[in-house]
């Protein structure tokens, strides 16, 4: 948040201008209360509680050390490139501290004489032993060493070590410490007092467990990790209730739309589709909203789970929505939809960006009107103009593809239409799809307040994806393998490579490989796809593929997402080395839809790095969308999963998601007693713990 702006002339002058400025430097880094300062916990500590021999120090080269000498020279170098050079010397031997960047007053500072105290690496220079960029300090002969570890904390522009320290301790003398897990509880969880831990990580005592504090496996960092996590968990659990305390429409499972289109389908649900089903039409008929995420590996088959969730609502006298992230993606769905449900009579309008304005007024006045039963469509959806009659169900596909704010916008198409009806202040029911399996722990941390329901079985009939790795060098090896292919009557994908620099440069490349294949192989119907073609054109080209009249699309990432050609078998990616690990999976999962056995060719240009590497050999080793994420995650990290739904994650600073699962169990679990609890002293307990941890931040987990 950008602080607060202050007025020019006046304020500053009655106030000291540093200490203002200090209080706006703290808030830029979200320090705004004295506990918010006390909770500002060092990122590690440097011991300064030693000093080395300047010739022991020659010894340590790599390590930190702390050595103490007295400058012999100063002078500023020019060659190889301006620099500050200063000599030290102890009874040992002499060192160099090389500053790349200084200021003036540091060489008069650094005078000949001037006893210093300098930490940092040692390395052997032209010269000797010396440092580059070391910490350091005046000192006195015989100043005393520090006895504790000196914390080093998270810092912003201009806020020095020494001030950040001078806060904090100033705000620890102010606090509230009370623990906001009372004894017994405390005793109970194994875990460490809150006011003792918190002041032995910013003043570690000198016998401490330096390695424990260094991994954070010391028990004053469990407890802070513990506590943090617990805030997490209440505030996503309190969001959750706040959520259903609002109401919703009931859409109980009435009427013959549901049953008949179950018997209509050219196929029977996989058992793990009637599981999830029976979860979500338990959710629709409950009067408060439901928030549920259904997940389920590419190809599994959630589009049809969501058409029957649709038709329930439809059943009820509601109006669903289904909105996708891109326009082939919602293209697809609406062709697929309409053709399952329009023979029962319901009434659906299709709504994208690329609509002409006539058609886009006309949707709009279907939707306006209630005549449209279901509306299919991308973002055009949120647009203001776009208003329900009576909504209440959304569904968003590929839900990771949309911000925060776009889901939210959706969802509250259904806020003023639905309280006309009852005067009550209802939000519709909410089924987000993804098919980029979120790993357990990250779905327990930050989807705590969602209900998830995962498809875990794919359809029958599908014979597994082979997968090969294949060197750049042998591309004329594969395009025989295609024509091949394509004689026995498959349809082959061919990925052109991701260009993330230039958009105009990817495009180039589309089209060039476009025009060699189309010479490589004359006897076959070569098609193109990409972003920068109209929305009619795309249609045409992917309805031209889906009849079999093309039998080699050339593609961008543009038929990432969501595309269906059961026929297609084969799909071809250039520089696969390129593309991150959920994306190759997500190409991949175009093909191995229908009964002919797929195989899916990843083309890299040698060398290697040891990432892509690793990525490469996951995708031919597994096709699990679920082991594929867990490799993603261990390869990548956490943040770059969330996507747009990053609110939880901007609360954890401490815990670590990987080595902290046993933490988030407990933490769950005390959170769901002490929200389930009738004792006014556990209620008490949500709040302050909340209030200390969250204060202002609790905003975040709104949505
Ligand atoms: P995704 O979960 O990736 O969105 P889709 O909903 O596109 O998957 O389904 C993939 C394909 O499987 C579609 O052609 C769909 O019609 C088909 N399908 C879905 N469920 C079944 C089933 N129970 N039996 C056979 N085919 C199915
Ligand atoms: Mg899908």
New binding site residues.
């Given amino acids: 948040m950008p602080a607060p702006k202050r007025k020019p002339a006046a304020s500053a002058k009655t106030t000291p201008p540093s200490a203002n400025k200090i209080e706006d430097k703290l808030a830029r880094l979200g320090l705004r209360t004295d506990m918010d300062l006390v909770l500002h916990l060092p990122l590690r500590y440097e011991d300064e509680t030693q000093v080395v021999a300047i010739h022991e120090a020659a010894f340590m080269a790599g390590n930190a050390v702390q050595v103490e000498g007295v400058v012999v020279s100063c002078e500023i170098q020019f060659r190889p490139r301006r620099q500050l050079v200063v000599t030290i010397s102890d009874d040992s031997g002499p060192l160099v501290m090389r500053f790349l960047n200084f200021y003036g007053s540091q060489v008069k500072q650094l005078g000949e004489g001037t006893r210093v105290r300098a930490r940092g690496e040692v390395r052997h220079g032209f010269f000797g032993a010396e440092m580059v960029h070391p910490s350091y300090k005046i000192v006195l002969e015989g100043a005393p060493l520090p006895t504790v570890l000196t914390p080093v904390y998270p810092a912003g522009e201009g806020l020095s070590q020494t001030l950040l320290r001078k806060a904090i301790g100033a705000a620890m003398a102010r606090v509230d410490w009370h623990d906001t897990l009372a004894e017994p509880l405390r005793t109970a969880l194994k875990l460490a007092p809150f006011e003792a831990s918190i002041r032995l990580l910013h003043n570690p005592p000198q016998d401490v467990d330096e390695h424990a504090l260094e991994d954070r496996s010391h028990p004053a960092w469990v407890r802070m990790k513990f506590d943090e996590l617990l805030a997490q968990q209440l505030s996503l659990k309190r969001a959750q209730a706040a959520r259903r305390a609002k109401g919703a429409a009931p859409l109980p499972l009435i009427g013959t739309l549901s049953a008949g289109f179950l018997n209509t389908?050219?196929?029977?649900?996989?058992a793990a589709?009637q599981r999830v089903l029976t979860e979500i039409r338990a959710d629709l008929g409950a009067s408060f909203p439901m928030q549920r995420l259904l997940q389920?590996?590419?190809?599994?088959?959630?589009?049809?789970?969501?058409a029957l969730a649709a038709a329930q609502a439809i059943d009820s006298g509601f109006q669903a929505v289904l909105m996708a992230p891109t326009e082939i993606l919602a293209d697809?769905h609406f062709r697929?939809i309409a053709a399952w449900m329009e023979p029962l009579g319901v009434k659906i309008a299709w709504l994208t960006g690329s609509l002409k304005k006539k058609e886009k007024t006309e949707a709009q006045e279907r939707i306006e009107s209630g005549d449209a039963q279901l509306v299919i469509g991308t973002h055009a959806l949120i647009q203001d103009a776009v208003q329900f009659a009576r909504l209440g169900l959304v569904i968003v596909?590929e839900q990771h593809r949309f911000g925060v704010g776009q889901r939210l916008a959706l969802r509250n198409k259904g806020l003023d239409t639905t309280s006309a009806l009852d005067g009550a202040h209802t939000v519709p029911h909410q089924l987000m799809?993804s098919?980029t399996p979120i790993p357990r722990t990250l779905a327990m941390t930050y989807y705590a307040d969602l209900e998830v329901s995962v498809?875990d079985e794919l359809?029958?009939?599908r014979t597994p994806i082979v997968t090969r790795v294949v060197d750049q060098d042998r591309r004329d090896e594969v395009i025989e393998r295609v024509h091949a292919a394509a004689l026995e009557g498959r349809q082959v994908y061919w990925v052109c490579p991701l260009i993330e620099e230039s958009e105009a440069l990817q495009l180039q490349t589309a089209t060039d490989t476009h025009a060699t294949l189309m010479a490589a192989l004359p006897d076959l119907q070569v098609g193109l796809v990409h972003g920068r073609l109209k929305p009619a054109e795309k249609q045409a080209v992917m309805e031209a593929f889906t009849r079999g009249e093309i039998q080699l699309l050339v593609a961008t990432t543009v038929i990432e997402v969501?595309v269906?050609v059961?026929n297609a078998s084969l799909m071809v990616i250039e520089h696969a080395e390129r593309f991150g690990l959920s994306q190759l999976h997500q190409l991949r999962?175009r093909v191995g839809?229908g009964a002919a056995a797929s195989a899916c060719l990843l083309l890299y240009q040698s060398p290697l790095g040891p990432t892509a590497r690793q990525r490469l050999r996951t995708m031919r080793e597994t096709t699990d969308g679920f082991e594929i994420a867990r490799k993603d995650l261990e390869i990548r990290g956490p943040g770059e999963f969330l996507g747009a739904r990053q609110s939880g994650q901007a609360m954890l600073r401490f815990a670590d998601l990987e080595t902290d699962q046993w933490l988030v169990e407990k933490a769950r679990t005390l959170a769901h007693a002490w929200l389930h609890s009738a004792a006014p002293d556990d209620a008490a307990a949500v709040d302050a713990h909340l209030a200390r941890w969250l204060g202002a931040r609790e905003d975040y987990l709104k949505v």
């Fill in positions: 389908l050219p196929f029977t649900l996989t589709q389920g590996d590419v190809g599994s088959g959630k589009t049809v789970v969501a697809q697929k596909d799809m098919a498809i359809p029958p009939g969501g269906d059961p999962g839809r």
